[in-house]
């Protein structure tokens, strides 16, 4: 069907017809900032939150855990295990969450960019 004026040979429509761009304005600055910086911000905080859910339990939970064990039936040494266990869960460092530090950082410059070009723009009109 889109092909059938090709095929007919009509002219085509020219390239500004079909697409009309709007002017560029230093508020582009202000969206793409604005999602990097949102974005990072997200990824630090899922990053943190998932590292401190990874991290081994407290004493207090170990026993309350081998507890629960010893009385639904468990062997002594399932219970020294679980009393013992003081190996992280997870694999990933708290420290690991600071990757989301460049996407924080991208945005940053996007909205300084903004900044300084919104102030030009102004002066200038």
Request: proline share 6%.
């Given at each position: ?16 017809d ?9 508020r ?32 207090e ?12 039936g468990?062997?002594e ?28 950082s ?20």
């Open positions: 069907m889109g092909f059938s004026a090709i095929e007919k040979g009509a002219p085509l429509p020219a390239l500004t079909i697409e009309q761009r709007a002017p560029w304005t230093p582009v600055y202000l969206l793409r900032g604005m999602m990097w910086l949102l974005s990072g911000i997200g990824l630090t905080l899922f990053l943190v939150g998932f590292a401190e859910s990874a991290r081994s339990q407290s004493v939970q170990r026993v309350r855990t081998a507890q629960r064990l010893k009385d639904q468990a062997t040494e399932q219970v020294r295990a679980v009393q013992n266990d003081t190996v992280p869960h997870g694999d990933l460092a708290p420290g690991f969450s600071l990757i989301g530090l460049v996407p924080i991208v945005g940053l410059a996007y909205l300084l960019s903004y900044r300084v070009e919104n102030k030009k723009h102004t002066i200038s009109t």
